[in-house]
């Protein structure tokens, strides 16, 4: 069993930053591949961006490539999502995932593929 906890959102205007952390429970961090999606309003749920176990691997969706980098602290349970160039277009609930994937290079796109969610926390960027 593992809990998520994201911290860090809040409301930032067009072009700045914010950086989000998401804190998990449990002694088998390591052992899972971590992701970002959103949710904006009246749309679906959407992926952002993934980590492998060891952060040796990320990918990204496009909309937020070279904006967004993800990375984690498996010392410290946490991946974080640093979001740089706000757009208005990025306002959304922001959740953090967690995949069982131990020492896998691999990570997941898919919301299905995962199989903890934290409540999430919000973004709203301002034009």
């Known amino acids: 069993q593992v809990q998520l906890v994201e911290s860090g959102g809040g409301l930032v205007q067009a072009g700045g930053s914010l950086r989000l952390s998401c804190a998990a429970s449990?002694?088998?961090?390591?052992?899972?591949?971590m992701g970002w999606f959103r949710q904006a309003p009246g749309k679906e749920r959407e992926f952002v961006a993934t980590?492998?176990?060891?952060?040796?691997?990320?990918y990204y969706a496009d909309s937020v490539k070279g904006r967004f980098t993800i990375s984690r602290d498996n010392a410290k349970n946490t991946v974080y999502l640093q979001m740089n160039s706000l757009k208005p277009e990025d306002t959304a609930v922001y959740y953090c995932?967690?995949?069982?994937?131990?020492?896998?290079?691999?990570?997941?796109?898919?919301?299905?593929?995962?199989?903890?969610w934290g409540q999430g926390t919000q973004v709203t960027v301002s034009s």
């Open positions: 449990g002694r088998t961090f390591s052992s899972y591949a």
């Open positions: 980590i492998n176990w060891s952060g040796s691997n990320t």
């Open positions: 995932a967690a995949d069982w994937r131990p020492l896998s290079r691999t990570t997941a796109q898919g919301m299905g593929e995962y199989d903890y």
